[in-house]
């Protein structure tokens, strides 16, 4: 086994799949021995208490008169190069193209080049901001002048290279989850807080944004709740919250679901569920279904983005058209139906997660593109992930 590493860790540290993703990450890298050291402007929220291997610098913003807006993106890239020369990092890995990419481009430039990064695409920095004619350059420069970059699903590097005609090697990294915190619990004092007995509980796990379609959360709901006697549990806030809630007033829904706002303890709350659902318009990989098939929780999603890599359609849950509430309540009453067949999906649920997308594979997928850009050979071994 190669020397450890010293890594450096950009990431935007509150709530979102790419925080948790990069702050998970850097857990299991610190576990196995390399120090990691978290640059951003505070503390990433999965990051909890003291672990060994792991530190934290904060970038902090001088307010100065003469600027507008204080400038973050120029103090990040300086507290990267000064971390980074004072640490003597091996490489840095940022999450996101614009800014953070950019900001490492800077730093490497600060310290003379003496640095490799490693640049992971989630979605946003091109599904949203590459549609941007003005930001697409600098995304450009930012992907082509990274060591390596990975992405979280085959369809995001089809999309990256195709807006941004990109032609260096993309490598696919999924997403994953740690198995000793996503399974499934036994909480059914917590489940009898939300259900008589019989009922079935649908959820739904997100930012509340337009893009994530909770609209059509609630129109799938009511039309199961005609048939199966459920629950709707809401877990998140965003912009279209109040629009959502309005809905369901509206809809005469409002005795049937439940707003539990932010949920730190996801799996404990995934758990509870018999089914999530995941409408979404754009979502490069979708790892609150990874969430909750990790937790044994099939999922009733859209065709969209990434989701097909993720949910087998018709093994770990079921996949419409986007838009098409009716053929995902229809799929919905289906398995809730048949108690058989929602075991089985189940099942299914457990080993695709703890296989595919197990910690220990991806963790050691990227160790090996960090030697790989360092230039050192490495024996880094394939991890067995079992059930």
Do not use: W
Request: net charge negative.
């Amino acid at each position: 086994m190669a020397r450890p590493l010293k890594i450096g860790i950009t990431c935007y540290p509150t709530l979102g799949g790419s925080g948790v993703v990069a702050t998970e990450l850097g857990k299991l890298l610190a576990e196995k021995g390399h120090e990691i050291h978290f640059i951003t402007h505070s503390i990433p929220f999965r990051l909890g208490q003291f672990k060994k291997n792991i530190f934290f610098h904060e970038v902090e913003v001088n307010d100065y008169y003469v600027f507008r807006y204080p400038p973050y993106d120029l103090s990040l890239a300086s507290k990267m190069a000064q971390v980074a020369k004072m640490q003597q990092l091996d490489l840095l890995h940022v999450h996101y193209a614009v800014p953070h990419a950019i900001c490492a481009l800077l730093a490497k430039q600060m310290i003379g080049g003496d640095i490799k990064t490693v640049t992971t695409l989630h979605g946003t920095d091109i599904t949203v901001l590459a549609q941007d004619e003005s930001l697409k350059d600098l995304i450009r420069l930012a992907i082509n002048s990274s060591d390596a970059v990975t992405a979280v699903s085959q369809d995001l590097i089809n999309e990256t290279k195709e807006l941004l005609e990109i032609d260096n090697p993309i490598d696919l990294t999924y997403n994953f989850v740690d198995k000793r915190i996503y399974y499934p619990r036994s909480c059914a004092n917590f489940r009898s807080d939300f259900v008589r007995d019989g009922e079935k509980i649908l959820m739904h796990i997100s930012n509340f944004r337009p893009v994530k379609r909770v609209g059509d959360v609630v129109d799938i709901f009511a039309k199961v709740a005609e048939e199966v006697p459920s629950r709707l549990l809401l877990v998140g806030e965003g912009p279209d919250l109040p629009k959502i809630q309005h809905k369901i007033r509206s809809m005469g829904l409002a005795d049937r679901v439940h707003f539990l706002g932010k949920q730190d303890d996801v799996a404990h709350v995934i758990s509870i569920a018999d089914l999530m659902l995941l409408p979404s318009e754009k979502e490069s990989f979708g790892l609150v279904a990874l969430e909750a098939m990790a937790c044994g929780v099939p999922t009733i999603g859209s065709v969209a983005g990434g989701i097909p890599e993720l949910v087998t359609h018709g093994e770990t849950g079921f996949l419409a058209p986007i838009g098409d509430t009716d053929t995902m309540a229809e799929h919905a009453i289906t398995l809730l139906r048949n108690e058989a067949m929602y075991q089985k999906f189940r099942e299914a649920c457990l080993h695709r997660a703890r296989t595919r997308f197990c910690n220990d594979l991806i963790t050691a997928e990227y160790e090996r593109i960090y030697y790989r850009v360092l230039g050192i050979e490495a024996d880094v071994p394939q991890p067995i992930c079992s059930e």
